[in-house]
Nanobody, 120 residues
Framework: QVQVVESGGGLLQPGGSLRLSCAAS????????IRWDRQAPGKARELVAT???????NYADSVKARFTISRPDAKNTAYLQMDSLKPEDTGVYYC??????????????WGQGTQVTVSS
């Protein structure tokens, strides 16, 4: 089994910063990619950022130059640094981890999400 847990969400004012964490644990051989999605109230879930095992990252246009995804030391934890936050960044942020199990096969696991609310 592989578990993914997000943390770091909260309530803050526009212009503020927040860092989300995504921790994967369990029977993991290696991680191929980690992604962050978000879902705003009444809207579809959307991709925010991804990072591959090689360190390549991609971002949604709406968050480029404000958000940074990282995976220090290529371990089983990734971060989403969010700066210059806007009210439209409000939503539940979900982390997905894709990789190979230690014993057999691959995994593609989502966490339960963490709430981010940006409001004055």
């Amino acid at each position: 089994q592989v578990q993914v847990v997000e943390s770091g969400g909260g309530l803050l004012q526009p212009g503020g910063s927040l860092r989300l964490s995504c921790a994967a644990s369990g029977s993991i051989l290696n991680i191929n990619a980690i992604r962050w999605d978000r879902q705003a109230p009444g809207k579809a879930r959307e991709l925010v950022a991804t990072i591959t095992s090689g360190g390549s990252s991609n971002y949604a246009d709406s968050v480029k130059a404000r958000f940074t995804i990282s995976r220090p030391d290529a371990k089983n934890t990734a971060y989403l640094q969010m700066d210059s936050l806007k009210p439209e960044d409000t939503g539940v942020y979900y982390c997905n981890v894709y990789g190979r199990r230690a014993v057999y096969g691959s995994f593609d696991q989502w966490g339960q999400g963490t709430q981010v609310t940006v409001s004055s």
